[in-house]
């Protein structure tokens, strides 16, 4: 079939053809079925809302890298949930959020790992120096070996992505840089 055009797969043919491969994948990477099935089920999902013309040539190829993807996804969310338990174990009971604001925070530590990750790398670190671990824009120029106005630009860039992530997790609409 060299030069010929293959017709993409419909998300129903893939799921038919390609759901158990997908869900031996995970399991064997993951090491539980259940979390493999509930991968394999995310992976269908998005090819839902987010259609990809594949074809026989391309589903394994795509499917693997989403999966690698899925699984870390599932990896860090679980590392930044075995924090924040952590974190309300050392808190007094009359201190502890209810089950619903723990979720919500969860929820929210996740979505700010998300954006941190997609921030580069410098900017990321200069936010966290400057956010979590209090230190003023002189001190962060040196510790980093960038200049004040570096590190304004930094916390901007890192400004404007937390403002992007809260309106979307309003529903409203993003600002603009």
């Known amino acids: 079939m060299s030069g010929a055009t293959r017709a993409p797969l419909t998300v129903h043919a893939l799921y038919s053809e390609y759901h158990g491969w997908l869900h031996r994948v995970l399991q064997r990477r993951l090491g539980d079925a259940d979390d493999a ?6 992976a269908f999902l998005r090819l839902l809302t987010r ?3 594949l074809d026989h040539g391309s589903a394994r190829p795509y499917l693997s890298r989403m999966a690698r993807g ?3 996804d599932l990896w860090r969310r ?8 952590e974190t309300l174990a050392h808190h007094p009971q009359a201190e502890a959020p209810s089950a619903e604001q723990s979720a919500a925070a969860l929820e929210a530590l996740v979505a700010v790992d998300g954006m941190l990750k997609r921030l580069p790398p410098m900017v990321a670190r200069t936010f966290v120096l400057s956010m979590v671990h209090g230190l003023n824009g002189k001190q962060i120029a040196q510790r980093l070996g960038i ?3 570096t590190v304004r630009n930094h916390l901007s860039r890192a400004m404007l992505a937390c403002l992007r992530l809260q309106a979307r997790l ?4 993003e600002p603009h840089s």
């Open 51 to 53: 259609p990809r013309p």
């Open 78 to 85: 679980r590392e930044i949930e075995r924090a924040w338990l």
């Open 170 to 173: 309003d529903g409203a609409p």
């Open 70 to 72: 899925l699984c870390v």
């Open 37 to 42: 099935a509930d991968l394999a089920h995310d």
């Open 147 to 149: 200049t004040d106005r």
